[in-house]
């Protein structure tokens, strides 16, 4: 299993560039998150989904838009690059479980992302 | 919203010191997680705690649960030049949100 992919892995934007990040998961996991990284920093929660069709913002939504059209995917959007945007990103996904407790999250490798 | 502190931001140890990174969360969590990040690389996994005052042992790391649920904590006994990197602890409440704290940064010196 590939387990949790992240595409591209390095990428240079001018500022007011579109992208997107990629993340594509093989583990039929129902949860999947986004995180960005700022230098020397923990890890702060843009958007997550609970499924197919369900998303929900996370701590710092501001300049980003997600869809979760499949299981597998996760697309990390970005419409009006800045440099405050400037970070390395996570996608990390998890299984559901039956009772309320959370699985582990299982990280891509991460996209780190350049606004100049 | 739910925060999640943690200190210290950053720990230089002589290697075979111990050390240990503290956590606390503004809101009651369900269960509370603990990841390792070396230099360059993504968080891992290392443990989930989910009952009040739980303790759980891997090898020369000891975790907690605080009786609140609010607090944990990370002990590493006789670090190594392996234990060197980030650690973080994630909060998990009950709106499937995983919050994390800003981490630990754990230098040793030979």
Same mark, same amino acid.
């Given at each position: 299993?590939?387990?949790?992919?992240?595409?591209?892995?390095?990428?240079?934007?001018?500022?007011?560039?579109?992208?997107?990040?990629?993340?594509? %998961?093989?583990?039929?996991?129902?949860?999947?998150?986004?995180?960005? %990284?700022?230098? #020397?920093?923990?890890?702060?929660?843009?958007?997550?989904?609970? #499924?197919?069709?369900?998303?929900?913002?996370?701590?710092?939504?501001?300049?980003?838009?997600?869809?979760?059209?499949?299981?597998?995917?996760?697309?990390?959007?970005?419409?009006?690059?800045?440099?405050?945007?400037?970070?390395?990103?996570?996608?990390?996904?998890?299984?559901?479980?039956?009772?309320?407790?959370?699985?582990?999250?299982?990280?891509?490798?991460?996209? %780190?992302?350049?606004?100049? | *919203?739910?925060?999640?502190?943690?200190?210290?931001?950053?720990?230089?140890?002589?290697?075979?010191?111990?050390?240990?990174?503290?956590?606390?969360?503004?809101?009651?969590?369900?269960?509370?997680?603990?990841?390792?990040?070396?230099? *360059?690389?993504?968080?891992?996994?290392?443990?989930?705690?989910?009952?009040?005052?739980?303790?759980?042992?891997?090898?020369?790391?000891?975790?907690?649960?605080?009786?609140?649920?609010?607090?944990?904590?990370?002990?590493?006994?006789?670090?190594?030049?392996?234990?060197?990197?980030?650690?973080?602890?994630?909060?998990?409440?009950?709106?499937?949100?995983?919050?994390?704290?800003?981490?630990?940064?754990?230098?040793?010196?030979?």
């Amino acid at each position: 299993n590939a387990g949790v992919t992240q595409t591209p892995k390095f990428r240079i934007l001018k500022i007011g560039q579109s992208m997107t990040l990629q993340c594509a %998961q093989d583990m039929n996991h129902n949860y999947m998150y986004w995180y960005r %990284q700022d230098p #020397g920093m923990g890890l702060k929660l843009i958007y997550y989904s609970v #499924g197919a069709g369900i998303t929900d913002k996370g701590e710092v939504p501001n300049g980003y838009n997600v869809s979760r059209s499949t299981t597998e995917d996760f697309p990390l959007r970005l419409e009006l690059a800045a440099p405050s945007q400037t970070s390395v990103y996570f996608c990390a996904s998890r299984r559901r479980q039956a009772i309320a407790t959370n699985e582990k999250l299982f990280f891509g490798s991460g996209t %780190q992302l350049s606004v100049l | *919203g739910q925060q999640v502190m943690q200190i210290p931001q950053y720990q230089h140890v002589q290697e075979g010191e111990d050390f240990t990174t503290y956590c606390n969360s503004s809101t009651t969590l369900s269960n509370i997680q603990w990841y390792k990040q070396r230099p *360059g690389g993504h968080p891992v996994f290392l443990i989930q705690l989910v009952k009040s005052g739980e303790v759980k042992k891997q090898k020369r790391l000891t975790f907690q649960f605080g009786e609140a649920k609010k607090n944990s904590s990370l002990h590493i006994t006789a670090t190594q030049t392996t234990d060197v990197g980030t650690y973080f602890c994630a909060g998990g409440g009950r709106d499937d949100k995983i919050i994390f704290g800003k981490g630990t940064r754990l230098h040793i010196l030979p």
